[in-house]
């Protein structure tokens, strides 16, 4: 199926497991600490990279999505701490349509898909509007809607991923067009406007960089007759665009002077460069599942999933070579792409001299988290350097042969340097745990088979055909020839795409209880959070939490958390188990020592797991302290503090509240 249909057909079957409900990829019980019964599923590990899933992602978009839908306007999130902005967080993406979808029961799922097609039609419509056919530009939408980032952030970062074709749509339209192009202009503002609204500024900004490169190319390589019109173009969808997203970008602004970023502060560590992690090219799971083998690899492997935010797989890699070397269209876009994908790769994985110098030229560096979110820029040059590979096969374009050659040289290589790169790592895991033994040996056959498929497959378009043959049938030969390397193309994307989903649970259990309890008792009062019910799911329950897990916090909330209630705690994880210090109190002996803190801005309830008892032993249902437990349903217990303050109160004086 060539075109839209047979994009979106593919990223729904990329899907079905989740949208048929053979795996629930629902973050609110294993994530949120919610669930009294999980049933693991098919694989080890877990089928995403960052619990942000679900705290900040899946909880805060949820607020913001029911806010909408009962005719409020979400700037404010009362159930964090004792409040903090919530459109202006970002994280939220509170002003962003899609998000309306976390309304539902299964709305992150339904959001993520939708992000999925965005991207993979805008990438179809960029192929096209480049020059390529129907075939190729429909694996360009399978490869960058099944994109690597899309796979393993399922949080705000890959938000603004969806919006990056648009943008180089409307460029392109605009160098292509020979009259002003009112669509050009219009599509690169909106979708410049929607990646700020998408919630992640990082991962907008990122993407911000390809853009600009593309602009600058097609400035640079446009014919003097009309350069003006495509500068005016560009210039024109940039400051709308800017405009388009100044009501969220102006109140964000406001609140950072405001606000503790932590280590975004610019003090976000440029990582050195790490071997180990050069697998995100070609193997991208030679380690096992998504953290399944954490313990056994040691810090190798918890830096290499901490930091991964995408890969792309040796059989696009090596159909991009044979669009570089045989393409016979757009050489110069072609040397483009590629230069940028090698140059932004460099760059995030601090290979130098590209990443000093880039350290250095580049402004927000040091605010910027590149290691884990420039992947989708050079995802993207990757997947349309493949479409021009497909392009290249199917027209039998001059040196197609030693393009294919080239091309299964360079994606054998990759295998072969990642194995390298990894074999201590490998090794280890290997030596630690019999169940890892099948995943190196089925990721490294998968991804040699896929490369030497394609290029056998791309190889018999190049075979002699008699000269006596009419010419439609040469041409009928080379196209089936395309059309199976683009299925063996799409069909790594997609099982390398789906793999993390058979790691999530096959059902789970929600225990409503403790936020039923809550909802009828706590009223304008706040509960705290040993872990359980995790922070941020108070505002998913719509439930006030003390607990907060956001970035950014209102610095005044994190210098009277550090002041009054948890001294050994980090203001931007203030959720009941985590401490700066391990050798320092816990998160329960801080509660303790400043219990009555915690009852002064009228924390009435604590929850946690059941038998926890961290007020130690009853007697005639109360603790020492007077706390009593209130709710117990086998797996969480709700304990009522004794003597909470009402939290709207003076210190002096008369005051009559109606609320």
Same mark, same amino acid.
């Given at each position: 199926?060539?075109?839209?249909?047979?994009?979106?057909?593919?990223?729904?079957?990329?899907?079905?497991?989740?949208?048929?409900?053979?795996?629930?990829?629902?973050?609110?019980?294993?994530?949120?600490?919610?669930?009294?019964?999980?049933?693991?599923?098919?694989?080890?590990?877990?089928?995403?990279?960052?619990?942000?899933?679900?705290?900040?992602?899946?909880?805060?978009?949820?607020?913001?999505?029911?806010?909408?839908?009962?005719?409020?306007?979400?700037?404010?999130?009362?159930?964090?701490?004792?409040?903090?902005?919530?459109?202006?967080?970002?994280?939220?993406?509170?002003?962003?349509?899609?998000?309306?979808?976390?309304?539902?029961?299964?709305?992150?799922?339904?959001?993520?898909?939708?992000?999925?097609?965005?991207?993979?039609?805008?990438?179809?419509?960029?192929?096209?509007?480049?020059?390529?056919?129907?075939?190729? %530009?429909? *694996?360009? =939408?399978? &490869?960058?809607? /099944?994109?690597?980032? +899309?796979?393993?952030?399922? !949080? #705000? @970062?890959?938000?603004?991923?969806?919006?990056?074709?648009?943008?180089?749509?409307?460029?392109?339209?605009?160098?292509?067009?020979?009259?002003?192009?009112?669509?050009?202009?219009?599509?690169?503002?909106?979708?410049?406007?929607?990646?700020?609204?998408?919630?992640?500024?990082?991962? %907008?900004? *990122?993407? =911000?960089? &390809?853009?600009? /490169?593309?602009?600058? +190319?097609?400035?640079?390589? !446009? #014919? @003097?007759?009309?350069?003006?019109?495509?500068?005016?173009?560009?210039?024109?969808?940039?400051?709308?665009?800017?405009?388009?997203?100044?009501?969220?970008?102006?109140?964000?602004?406001?609140?950072?002077?405001?606000?503790?970023?932590?280590?975004?502060?610019?003090?976000?560590?440029?990582?050195?460069?790490?071997?180990?992690?050069?697998?995100?090219?070609?193997?991208?799971?030679?380690?096992?599942?998504?953290?399944?083998?954490?313990?056994?690899?040691?810090?190798?492997?918890?830096?290499?999933?901490?930091?991964?935010?995408?890969?792309?797989?040796?059989?696009?890699?090596?159909?991009?070579?044979?669009?570089?070397?045989?393409?016979?269209?757009?050489?110069?876009?072609?040397?483009?792409?590629?230069?940028?994908?090698?140059?932004?790769?460099?760059?995030?994985?601090?290979?130098?001299?590209?990443?000093?110098?880039?350290?250095?030229?580049?402004?927000?560096?040091?605010?910027?988290?590149?290691?884990?979110?420039?992947?989708?820029?050079?995802?993207?040059?990757?997947?349309?350097?493949?479409?021009?590979?497909?392009?290249?096969?199917?027209?039998?374009?001059?040196?197609?042969?030693?393009?294919?050659?080239?091309?299964?040289?360079?994606?054998?290589?990759?295998?072969?340097?990642?194995?390298?790169?990894?074999?201590?790592?490998?090794?280890?895991?290997?030596?630690?745990?019999?169940?890892?033994?099948?995943?190196?040996?089925?990721?490294?056959?998968?991804?040699?088979?896929?490369?030497?498929?394609?290029?056998?497959?791309?190889?018999?378009?190049?075979?002699?055909?008699?000269?006596?043959?009419?010419?439609?049938?040469?041409?009928?030969?080379?196209?089936?020839?395309?059309?199976?390397?683009?299925?063996?193309?799409?069909?790594?994307?997609?099982?390398?795409?789906?793999?993390?989903?058979?790691?999530?649970?096959?059902?789970?259990?929600?225990?409503?209880?403790?936020?039923?309890?809550?909802?009828?008792?706590?009223?304008?009062?706040?509960?705290?959070?040993?872990?359980?019910?995790?922070?941020?799911?108070?505002?998913?329950?719509?439930?006030?939490?003390?607990?907060?897990?956001?970035?950014?916090?209102?610095?005044?909330?994190?210098?009277?958390?550090?002041?009054?209630?948890?001294?050994?705690?980090?203001?931007?994880?203030?959720?009941?188990?985590?401490?700066?210090?391990?050798?320092?109190?816990?998160?329960?002996?801080?509660?303790?020592?400043?219990?009555?803190?915690?009852?002064?801005?009228?924390?009435?309830?604590?929850?946690?797991?059941?038998?926890?008892?961290?007020?130690?032993?009853?007697?005639?249902?109360?603790?020492?302290?007077?706390?009593?437990?209130?709710?117990?349903?086998?797996?969480?217990?709700?304990?009522?503090?004794?003597?909470?303050?009402?939290?709207?109160?003076?210190?002096?004086?008369?005051?009559?509240?109606?609320?």
């Amino acid at each position: 199926m060539a075109g839209p249909v047979g994009v979106v057909a593919t990223v729904l079957i990329a899907n079905v497991l989740a949208l048929t409900g053979v795996v629930d990829v629902n973050p609110l019980g294993p994530v949120g600490v919610t669930a009294d019964g999980i049933k693991h599923g098919f694989l080890p590990g877990q089928w995403y990279t960052d619990p942000n899933i679900g705290w900040t992602a899946q909880a805060l978009g949820h607020l913001a999505a029911m806010d909408w839908l009962h005719g409020i306007v979400p700037w404010w999130n009362p159930y964090e701490g004792l409040g903090a902005p919530l459109a202006a967080g970002m994280q939220s993406a509170a002003l962003f349509p899609p998000t309306l979808l976390l309304a539902l029961p299964e709305g992150q799922l339904y959001f993520h898909v939708v992000l999925e097609l965005l991207a993979g039609l805008g990438t179809y419509l960029l192929v096209r509007e480049v020059g390529l056919g129907r075939g190729a %530009a429909t *694996l360009g =939408g399978i &490869l960058f809607g /099944l994109n690597g980032t +899309f796979s393993w952030l399922w !949080h #705000a @970062p890959g938000n603004p991923v969806a919006l990056l074709p648009f943008a180089l749509y409307g460029i392109e339209r605009l160098a292509r067009r020979h009259r002003f192009d009112h669509g050009g202009w219009v599509i690169l503002a909106l979708a410049l406007a929607l990646s700020v609204y998408a919630g992640f500024p990082e991962m %907008a900004y *990122l993407d =911000g960089v &390809l853009v600009l /490169l593309w602009a600058l +190319f097609r400035l640079a390589g !446009h #014919a @003097p007759v009309g350069r003006l019109r495509l500068l005016g173009g560009v210039v024109l969808g940039g400051v709308t665009g800017a405009l388009l997203c100044a009501p969220l970008a102006l109140p964000f602004l406001d609140y950072l002077p405001y606000a503790d970023v932590g280590q975004h502060a610019g003090a976000v560590a440029v990582h050195p460069f790490s071997a180990h992690q050069l697998v995100i090219v070609g193997l991208p799971y030679i380690y096992g599942p998504i953290a399944a083998f954490l313990q056994q690899g040691g810090g190798t492997v918890a830096s290499y999933w901490g930091q991964a935010g995408g890969y792309v797989t040796a059989s696009a890699l090596a159909l991009g070579t044979v669009g570089l070397v045989a393409g016979r269209r757009q050489a110069a876009l072609r040397r483009f792409l590629a230069v940028v994908a090698v140059v932004l790769l460099c760059w995030q994985l601090s290979i130098p001299p590209v990443s000093t110098v880039l350290n250095e030229v580049m402004p927000l560096t040091r605010e910027v988290l590149i290691s884990r979110y420039l992947p989708p820029t050079w995802e993207l040059c990757v997947a349309v350097l493949a479409c021009f590979g497909v392009d290249a096969v199917a027209n039998r374009a001059p040196r197609l042969r030693l393009g294919v050659l080239a091309g299964a040289a360079v994606g054998l290589a990759v295998i072969g340097v990642d194995v390298l790169a990894a074999w201590s790592t490998l090794r280890r895991i290997w030596d630690a745990a019999a169940s890892y033994h099948p995943y190196p040996i089925a990721s490294i056959a998968w991804a040699g088979a896929m490369v030497l498929g394609a290029s056998l497959a791309a190889l018999a378009a190049t075979r002699t055909v008699p000269v006596h043959r009419p010419r439609r049938e040469r041409r009928r030969h080379a196209r089936k020839a395309a059309v199976a390397v683009g299925v063996l193309l799409a069909l790594d994307a997609l099982v390398s795409f789906s793999l993390p989903q058979l790691s999530a649970p096959r059902s789970e259990t929600i225990d409503t209880g403790p936020a039923r309890y809550l909802a009828a008792h706590d009223k304008n009062g706040r509960y705290f959070s040993l872990w359980i019910y995790h922070p941020d799911y108070g505002a998913y329950f719509g439930i006030a939490a003390i607990d907060s897990d956001d970035l950014p916090v209102p610095k005044a909330w994190a210098a009277y958390l550090h002041k009054y209630l948890a001294p050994n705690t980090n203001a931007l994880k203030f959720d009941g188990r985590r401490v700066v210090n391990p050798a320092g109190p816990t998160a329960t002996e801080q509660l303790l020592d400043y219990l009555a803190n915690y009852e002064a801005i009228d924390v009435r309830y604590v929850i946690s797991l059941a038998d926890a008892r961290p007020f130690g032993r009853l007697r005639g249902g109360l603790a020492a302290g007077g706390e009593r437990l209130v709710y117990d349903d086998g797996r969480f217990e709700v304990w009522s503090l004794p003597a909470p303050r009402s939290f709207f109160s003076t210190d002096a004086g008369a005051c009559r509240l109606h609320v």
